[in-house]
């Protein structure tokens, strides 16, 4: 749950994406909708996660409505890069 503490998150998430081999695997765990703060400087919504996550097939994604800090929906999801893709 770290994504919403760099600086860039668009393009970590190319990065990953560059990085995944055909058929592997992300596993993300992000809070959804907070405001930003200081330390959280960026905030997503499902549809922002899945423009940053095109090229990648999605295998499951769950929301905990209550989330970890029990004031945050939570975006559990995985993730898929196509067989076919390339690296």
Partial sequence: NSLDHVENPRRVCQEII???SPGGTLILNVDLDHEPTIW?????S?????EY???LET????????????D???LIGVY???????R
Wanted: aromatic residues 2%; positive net charge; hydrophobic residues 35%.
């Fill in 18 to 20: 560059r990085l995944l």
């Fill in 72 to 74: 945050l929906p939570v």
């Fill in 53 to 55: 996550l095109s090229g």
């Fill in 59 to 70: 295998v499951r994604e769950t929301i905990d409505p209550a989330g970890q800090r029990r």
């Fill in 80 to 86: 898929q890069k196509p067989t076919g893709a390339q």
């Fill in 40 to 44: 959280e400087p960026h905030t997503f």
């Fill in 46 to 50: 499902l549809d922002l996660i899945h």
